[in-house]
C-alpha cells in the first residue's frame, strides 16, 4: 500500500504496507451489482479497500488474477465481481482494444443513421 501526497510540484510517495501475492486468500468486491470502489483483501486479516474508481477495482482484480495465473498458480478466490467485466476475452473488459471496439460501434451507429434518413424511391 502507498501513500501519496503532493508537495509544492512535486509527488510523494511512502511504502506504507507490503503484502505477498501468496498470502491473499480472497478478494470481495462487496457487491457486483453496483458500481462502487470499495473491496476487501483476505490476507490472515481483512483489509477494507477503496481504489480510484470502480473501474480501477476491476482493472486491479484481473492484475492480481493475471500474476496468481502466470506465477503461482493457486486457488484464488475473487468474489462479488462481475464475470463480463473480469474475463478479457470479454468486449467489456477494459484494455487496449477499447476504442477500437468504441469505433466501430460508432461506425455502425452512423451508417444506420445515414440510412435512415436516405428517402426511399
Known sequence: ??????????????????????????????????????????FHKIYNLEAYSCA???????TLNKLNAMYLKKDFKIVNFDDTYLNDDSIWSSSSRDCLVLMRVCFYASNLLCLSLCPLS
Open 56 to 62: 480501477s477495482k476491476y482493472t486491479f482484480a484481473r
Open 1 to 42: 500500500m502507498v501513500k501519496h501526497w503532493r508537495m509544492d510540484r512535486e509527488e510523494k510517495y511512502e511504502i506504507v504496507e507490503k503484502w505477498f501475492l501468496k498470502d491473499l486468500e480472497m478478494i470481495d468486491g462487496k457487491e457486483a451489482d453496483t458500481d462502487n470502489p470499495y473491496f476487501d483483501m483476505h
